[in-house]
């Protein structure tokens, strides 16, 4: 009888841990892959803002410290520029890589404002420049999405033993025998 009752304290308890611990790995995943995606539209944003002028004037050292800058991010893997023929105009990787396979890849148009009016036609008169390919990587979600699975389930383990043994030990206590 004490050992029916104990199992089931127990596998009631595990359910219950379990549950509340997927729930918790399910929510902090949102979260994660929300600001991993708000971190890549800053990122395509910068670049495409201060790169423009980099392209325009064919400045390949102002460039390289636009993206340097940019790589410093543990979410991206590599920066490709390309001219408006499609031609590499700069390429960079982080870690010293010379090649790399991404998954997630941004593409941002370049563009160069020709008038300071912020009418509809001069918009339409801006030069076209080219395009920034940026290469991130999904590394750090999912190391932090490990250590937390991780962390759950030592969690359910260490609680498990610890309340098996407090049901032992109560129920060795309590005459039901």
Not at 62 to 86: C, H, K, T
């Amino acid at each position: 009888m004490r050992f029916k009752l104990n199992f089931f304290l127990f596998i009631l308890v595990t359910i219950v841990l379990v549950v509340a611990s997927v729930f918790s790995v399910i929510t902090l995943r949102g979260e994660l892959e929300a600001r991993f995606e708000a971190r890549k539209q800053d990122i395509s944003e910068k670049l495409r803002v201060n790169l423009a002028q980099a392209l325009w004037n064919f400045d390949e050292h102002q460039a390289e410290n636009v993206i340097d800058a940019e790589l410093g991010s543990q979410d991206v893997l590599a920066i490709r520029v390309f001219d408006e023929g499609e031609r590499l105009f700069l390429e960079k990787f982080r870690d010293g890589a010379s090649s790399v396979q991404a998954k997630d890849v941004a593409r941002v148009q370049l563009r160069w404002h020709v008038s300071p009016s912020p009418d509809i036609a001069a918009m339409k008169r801006d030069a076209q420049l080219g395009f920034v390919e940026i290469h991130f990587s999904r590394e750090s979600l999912e190391r932090v999405m490990f250590q937390q699975i991780r962390n759950r389930i030592i969690e359910i383990i260490t609680l498990n033993v610890l309340l098996g043994v407090a049901l032992y030990l109560a129920m060795s206590r309590i005459v039901i025998r």
